[in-house]
């Protein structure tokens, strides 16, 4: 039964077009038919005389031919509605308009070009929000460091401050600065990740080792917060490019120490399995809930709208964009004040 439905499915529109021009073959030629022997049967018309039959079928094939021109007008203008109501959703699309939707019933070609047509709008919308996202949220991140280096700056050079009030204000224009400088370079990394197709400069190194190290680099961070990290890490060595591999520990580790509360814990374990290399990040800090999570991959999202934590929304997308590049998966499991897990997994 389903082979029986695919195959009308696939040369229905072909089925169509061919009962369309024979129903206009058999309409023509019954009328033709109909006035032949109309005219025979009134004795206007003689087989017997040549001349009154050549003249006569003349006027029959000429007549065909107009009516059957006619019909074939009229019908195809009835049949091609569909396609005419594509092309005038196909003009509001080209003009930005991407709430734009196409029901089509019948010709199951028509159908299926219908429903691609819906899928390709739904998508161009998606995209479209994302963009406008991006930029909003890109301009926010962009102008508010930029904004606070400008007003503390004017207050130093205004004078009229002791020299705490100085250090306080330096300190702010360099943390500033700073935060610029990393959004700057985020910027940069995610534009340059996404430009990759294929992963260059490959060499086997051991993954255990270099987690080890991205533990040592990020110490001030989890230090400063009093955080314990307990690693456990089975040898495992990946063939890959390191620097860009680094790239997600480096991230998901600044991630989980972020959200983690004062003097919390951060789980980390590396193991290979039949499926291939499994990494797992899980910090009891304070989660999130199903929205978060729905959009926590894409860029400049941040859970946090109060923008309490330090961050511009980059670096999980970063993540995401590796893990692609290296064929692999990250998910994450997470519920508001009982934590995350961040579960990478690589070919």
């Known amino acids: ?198 992963i260059a400069d490959k060499a086997p190194f051991r993954l255990d080792e270099q987690i080890r190290k991205v533990v040592v680099l990020t110490e001030p961070k989890w230090s400063a917060k009093d955080i314990a990290i307990n690693a456990e890490l089975d040898k495992v060595i990946l063939d890959g490019n390191e620097d860009l591999i680094q790239q997600i520990w480096l991230n998901l580790l600044d991630n989980a120490i972020k959200f983690s509360h004062q003097g919390g814990m951060i789980n980390i374990n590396l193991k290979s399995t039949d499926d291939g290399t499994l990494f797992s990040i899980h910090d009891d800090g304070v989660g999130m809930d199903e929205q978060t999570r729905a959009r926590i991959f894409d860029k400049f999202y941040q859970g946090d709208t109060s923008h309490a934590k330090a961050g511009n929304g980059l670096g999980l997308a970063i993540v995401q964009r590796i893990v692609d590049l290296c064929g692999g998966t990250v998910e994450v499991e997470s519920e508001p004040e009982k934590g995350s897990i961040f579960i990478v997994l690589l070919p």
């Open 1 to 198: 039964m389903k082979w029986m439905n695919k195959f009308w499915k696939k040369w229905s529109l072909t089925a169509s077009l061919i009962l369309f021009v024979f129903a206009v073959m058999l309409v023509v030629f019954a009328i033709a038919g109909a006035i032949v022997a109309l005219r025979y049967h009134k004795g206007l018309f003689s087989f017997s005389n040549a001349g009154s039959t050549a003249s006569f079928s003349f006027s029959i094939i000429a007549l065909c031919i107009f009516l059957g021109i006619t019909l074939t007008g009229f019908f195809s203008k009835k049949a091609l509605n569909p396609i005419r109501k594509v092309i005038r959703a196909i003009h509001k699309v080209a003009g930005g308009d991407f709430d734009v939707h196409v029901d089509i019933k019948g010709v199951g070609e028509l159908e299926e070009l219908s429903q691609s047509f819906n899928k390709m709008t739904h998508e161009l919308a998606s995209i479209e929000t994302l963009r406008s996202d991006f930029v909003n949220n890109f301009s926010h991140e962009f102008k508010t460091p930029i904004v606070s280096i400008r007003g503390f700056a004017k207050l130093l050079r205004d004078g009229n401050l002791n020299e705490e009030e100085k250090r306080e204000y330096l300190n702010i224009i360099i943390a500033e600065s700073e935060r610029l400088a990393e959004l700057s370079t985020n910027v940069l990394n995610i534009s340059k990740y996404e430009n990759i197709e294929i």
